[in-house]
């Protein structure tokens, strides 16, 4: 597994295995509007500009070009072959376990833990989605190094990207919440922990999570090693939701600097880039990621989901 | 209540109580004239200061707008009756005399219009800054029950403002996707929870919730109902024949605007920066690496999403951020000529740098640089054209780190500055009082 497949295995794959009705629904009902990109020699897409008025047309190509990796755009256009007119975008948060800033695990490109800590950061960003934005036409994709959500909800495909990047930094946690509040009485403190709703809640859960994934080894901004130590010495208290607890063990000033590295850190737990980009192409659904010999598929419940079972194409079985 | 809303029921009554005779908007209206004298912050120093008439009334309005966005020495004294409620009945004929002459005339998606729809705002905003806290209170609570019919608000109905930074999406109670400023609801939804950090709800309620956001959200909603009502003026011309008196009031409303706009502004510190040739020197260190061009990817992003606006403000407009007046290329430059002389050869330079050049496989490219120059889709600047597309601001540095982080090398100044322009007209005052 997560050897490169050989190009006789992609089309073994492509041919015996690759079915249409594997492209999800939502790209199949729009490809006539979506822009296609392919990459056939294992160099970047470098075939962009696609496009497929009939998803036969897409079937025929898959089945002989059988290529090293295949995209679509997350947009939709009037003249996608231009990339002109453009109507709307999806919207896209992109974790690749890959990238994630923190890991527990070693490894040098993916494994079993740092994808199974992918999928719980991905299923914290879809929870918020759901429970505070509303959004319900929420798509889970293996891209077959990690997940893609994609977001078809139709207020959310024509904003623009200041907008998206707002709500990117809002489900990653990604900014300090205020600590000041005032009505007409007057000031008050409030730390983030103490505010069981909204925003606050939600950066609450992002900090516990990152807290609860450092290792000795995480590189925080502005955190040594004796802080990092003490945090992580400490942070059973969290699991009790003992903040205050916490907080005093720590150091009100040195719990702020902690704070303040993670809602950093944070920021790279999604491919910013990828998420305000209205013209991104992803990976296909249902297409072979061919560097790693995995299926980039839809995943339809994302508790039960092991890639390993599921996104492993036969002929990596076969392989001798 | 409608001194806030003109658009409320009230407002309407109140237009309909007065027949809508436009044929009196130029006679003199006594009652009005009284109460302006009767105001004891209005400035009488000179007669100029007192609107006589409907038309008096409209054009002050717009005026006091553009004075006070762009005119350094902006006396509030002058215009103090806008914001006494004694003058309620007729600010809300003026504001519907307002609506309609430019929904004739102009249509919703002018230029004219976009400035009408702002300086309600504006007033708004700033006639609510000027009530007792509890008068507030009680008025943005009327307003928006009033306003809310449909039951609930969902947060993407307010996109706008958190794209354009007046609210932030972090500072909105959500749930479910609809925005929580009810206080029974906040209740039922949360009340239980707080109680067990041992806070009273009622008082995190106040605090999260209060007046801010409501008002943000009503002054909001108030100016998309009055493009929405411009909106529905404009369709009805279609039907009925335009009453020449609207027509010359909109000629009026728009000379207004474009012969007030003065091009004032600056960088704190008290100077102000004009439109003037540029000074590549004093650039910022994002600006000059793309003037360079693009070795590796991106190429279309740097030219024509960040370059085009840089170059095209710091040359026309250096002090977009401070003024905030909507301007066009061509109320700066009006026969294009800098545009076509300065600005765009620069853009085609850089373009050219990139490698492979941007244009020798994206022609198109040359269609968005002028789309985002303000003059839509087409392949040569046409003033014919020109408001189909908006002229581009500048990108603040936070996006210039996420979209083309490769370009961004902070120097000293751009500690203290947020947006590549910024840094620009600071060096340039700097320059100035360095000599
Ligand atoms: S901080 Fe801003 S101005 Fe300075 S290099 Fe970065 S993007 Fe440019
Ligand atoms: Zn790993």
New interface residues.
């Given amino acids: 597994m997560f050897n490169p497949a050989t190009l006789e295995e992609r089309r073994i794959y492509y041919r015996e295995e690759w079915d249409i009705k594997q492209v999800p629904d939502f790209i199949v009902n729009s490809v006539e509007n979506r822009e296609f990109g392919f990459d056939h020699f294992g160099r970047g897409p470098n075939d962009r500009y696609k496009v497929f008025n009939t998803p036969e047309y897409l079937k025929r190509f898959m089945k002989s070009k059988t290529p090293f990796a295949a995209y679509c755009s997350v947009a939709f256009y009037e003249k996608p072959r ?1 990339r ?1 007119g453009w109507i709307k975008s999806e919207l896209v948060f992109d974790v690749d376990a890959k990238d994630i800033p923190i890991r527990t695990c070693n490894c040098e490109n993916v494994c079993e833990i740092c994808l199974r800590e992918a999928k719980e950061i991905i299923s914290s960003i879809i929870d918020t989605l ?6 319900n036409n929420i798509h889970l994709v293996y891209s077959g190094r990690g997940y893609h959500i994609r977001v078809l909800d139709e ?2 495909m024509e ?5 998206r ?3 990117l ?2 489900v990653v946690g990604a ?1 300090l ?2 600590d000041k ?5 007057g000031i ?1 403190n ?1 730390e983030h922990f ?6 606050p809640k939600v950066f609450t859960e992002r900090v516990k999570y990152a807290i609860n994934h450092l290792t000795q080894d995480s590189k925080l901004d502005d955190v040594n090693a004796k802080l990092l130590k003490d945090v992580l010495t400490n942070r059973n208290l969290l699991d009790r939701d003992e903040w205050g607890l916490f907080k005093t063990k720590i150091g009100p000033l040195r719990y702020k600097k902690v704070v303040k590295a993670i809602t950093s850190l944070n920021m790279g737990l999604v491919d ?2 990828v998420s ?2 209205l013209k991104r192409i992803l990976r296909l659904p249902s297409s072979l990621h061919s560097k790693v010999s995995m299926r980039c598929m839809e995943v339809k419940n994302i508790d039960a989901f092991d890639p390993f079972k599921e996104a492993v194409p036969k002929f990596v079985w076969e392989r001798k | 209540m409608s001194f806030i809303n003109p658009l409320s029921d009230e407002g309407k009554r109140i237009v309909m109580e007065d027949g809508g005779n436009l044929d009196r908007i130029y006679d003199e209206n006594s009652q009005l004239i009284d109460i302006v004298y009767s105001i004891s912050a209005q400035e009488t120093s000179d007669d100029a200061f007192i609107p006589k008439n409907y038309s008096d009334l409209v054009i002050k309005r717009v005026e006091w707008f553009i004075e006070k966005k762009s005119d350094p020495d902006y006396k509030h004294k002058k215009y103090a009756y806008l914001f006494h409620r004694e003058i309620t009945k007729m600010d809300t004929i003026a504001f519907y005399i307002l609506c309609q002459a430019i929904g004739v005339k102009f249509g919703p998606n002018s230029r004219e219009s976009r400035a009408v729809v702002e300086l309600q705002g504006q007033i708004i905003e700033n006639r609510l800054e000027e009530l007792l806290i509890s008068e507030r209170t009680e008025i943005t609570q009327k307003i928006l029950n009033n306003l809310i019919v449909q039951d609930k608000i969902k947060w993407t109905q307010l996109a706008d403002l958190v794209s354009s930074k007046k609210i932030s999406l972090q500072e909105l109670v959500l749930k479910d996707g609809n925005v929580i400023l009810d206080r029974e609801e906040f209740m039922e939804h949360f009340g239980e929870i707080i109680k067990k950090t041992n806070r009273p709800p009622e008082k995190m309620y106040d605090v999260f919730i209060g007046n801010r956001i409501k008002e943000l959200i009503i002054i909001k909603m108030i100016m998309q109902n009055t493009e929405n009502y411009i909106k529905s003026v404009h369709e009805r011309v279609k039907i009925i024949e335009p009453n020449p008196i609207l027509l010359k009031i909109a000629d009026k409303v728009s000379e207004v605007l474009s012969k007030e706009m003065r091009y004032y502004g600056g960088v704190s510190g008290g100077g102000t920066v004009k439109a003037s040739p540029l000074n590549v020197d004093l650039f910022p260190p994002c600006i000059k690496s793309a003037l360079e061009g693009i070795k590796s990817g991106g190429r279309n992003e740097v030219i024509v999403l960040f370059l085009t606006p840089f170059l095209s403000y710091a040359r026309l407009n250096p002090s977009v951020f401070r003024s905030n007046a909507t301007l066009k290329v061509s109320d700066v430059d009006p026969d294009l000529k800098i545009t076509k002389n300065e600005i765009l050869p620069m853009i085609y330079d850089a373009a050219d740098r990139c490698s492979p050049p941007l244009f020798d496989d994206q022609p198109q490219e040359k269609i968005n640089i002028n789309a985002k120059l303000g003059f839509g889709m087409h392949d040569d600047l046409n003033p014919q054209h020109e408001g189909e597309t908006t002229w581009y601001t500048p990108m603040s540095c936070e996006k210039v780190k996420l979209q083309m982080p490769a370009l961004c090398r902070p120097d000293e100044t751009c500690k203290s500055i947020g947006n590549p322009l910024s840094y620009y007209t600071r060096k340039i005052w700097q320059n100035k009082s360095n000599k």
């Fill in positions: 231009k002109d759901k429970g505070d934005l509303g959004l207020d959310v904003m623009d990207s200041d907008v990047s707002h709500i930094k809002y900014d919440p205020k509040y005032d009505d007409s009485d008050y409030l103490s505010i069981p709703f909204g925003y910013a880039k305000i980009d």
